[in-house]
């Protein structure tokens, strides 16, 4: 069974870094595209970031473009996101997601999902 188990979410004070990571298990998932979502209170889900199989393609939500940056380790299963000068309007819990055979995850069109993690920004 495919799991998903996102950690390294917190509260932080505005301009702060974070570092969210996502284990999965359950199969190999290096032909996986993976990504991440976030839904604010109130708001709905918005792609946030997605990375290719192989890691090279890379895919920003306009908002934290030249703030976050995603990456993945394919012989740990694990994607990452770097968020860097945080901001208040950054707060939302913050999900991973995987897409077999492809990295259009921010169609959200995804095969699975994580249950999240709160990330929490001060002002």
């Known amino acids: 069974q495919v799991q998903l188990v996102e950690s390294g979410g917190g509260l932080v004070q505005a301009g702060g870094s974070l570092r969210l990571s996502c284990a999965a298990s359950g199969r190999t998932f290096s032909n996986y595209g993976m990504g991440w979502f976030r839904q604010a209170p109130g708001k709905e889900r918005e792609f946030v970031a997605a990375i290719s199989m192989s890691g090279f393609g890379t895919k920003y939500t306009d908002s934290v473009k030249g703030r976050f940056t995603i990456s993945r380790d394919n012989a740990k299963n694990t994607v990452y996101l770097q968020m860097n000068t945080l901001k208040p309007e950054d707060t939302a819990v913050y999900s991973c997601?995987?897409?077999?055979?492809?990295?259009?995850?921010?169609?959200?069109?995804?095969?699975?999902w994580g249950q999240g993690t709160q990330v929490t920004v001060s002002s």
């Open positions: 997601a995987i897409k077999s055979g492809s990295w259009a995850i921010w169609t959200g069109k995804v095969d699975y």
